[in-house]
């Protein structure tokens, strides 16, 4: 291998590795019976006070998902304007809509983290139980300042209207935002999938 050749798959695992970094699991809960396998058609939802935020959110979510043959829809499609985004608002229209489930997706904190400050954020994920598992990470201290955003997704499912899977997370947004969605949404369904299937 070439010095050239070998300097470019350097340079391209950094990228690579870069992107991936900017989004870290920090805990993981599912229902015991929970399988990956019974989500067909699911409604997305991303609160997010930002609508055009939110659009890009929900539909990088529906791209990726019909890539496993899953029918998602955002629910900017379905959602009349109104509608409070609570299971009371939401519950009537996934079960009319024939949805089997609804991923619901919400900012829970926004921290900046300034040079020499660890990146832990002031919130903590939920207590443990039997049916959790984490992924335990160092906190990395930050050279340049950045947001830290912590953010929640919770998978529900319509017929029992109860959280089968939830996972916290943490983004470091040294970017643009609409750059750091489509891995964020790659490592959630990754992640989603990979949930022991009983």
Same mark, same amino acid.
């Given at each position: ?90 519950? %009537? ?21 300034? %040079? ?23 906190? %990395? ?58």
């Amino acid at each position: 291998m070439s010095y050239r050749t070998l300097s470019i798959a350097i340079l391209v695992s950094a990228v690579l590795f870069t992107a991936c970094a900017s989004t870290t699991i920090q805990s993981i809960h599912h229902a015991p019976d929970f399988r990956s396998a019974g989500i067909r058609h699911v409604l997305v939802i991303g609160v997010f006070k930002n609508q055009t935020l939110r659009k890009i959110f929900e539909e990088e979510f529906v791209r990726q998902w019909s890539w496993r043959g899953v029918h998602a829809v955002s629910s900017l499609e379905v959602l009349p304007s109104a509608t409070t985004l609570d299971k009371a608002g939401i519950a %009537p229209i996934a079960k009319a809509g024939g949805f089997d489930t609804v991923l619901v997706t919400r900012l829970l904190e926004k921290k900046t983290i300034t %040079p020499g400050e660890p990146a832990v954020p002031t919130i903590e994920p939920p207590s443990q139980n039997d049916t959790v598992w984490e992924v335990l990470l160092a906190p %990395p201290v930050s050279t340049n300042p950045f947001d830290l955003a912590t953010v929640e997704t919770n998978l529900y499912d319509v017929a029992s209207e109860k959280r089968v899977w939830s996972a916290w997370s943490e983004t470091e947004e040294m970017g643009k935002i609409s750059k750091l969605i489509p891995p964020f949404v790659k490592l959630i369904l990754k992640r989603l999938y990979e949930t022991p299937q009983g």
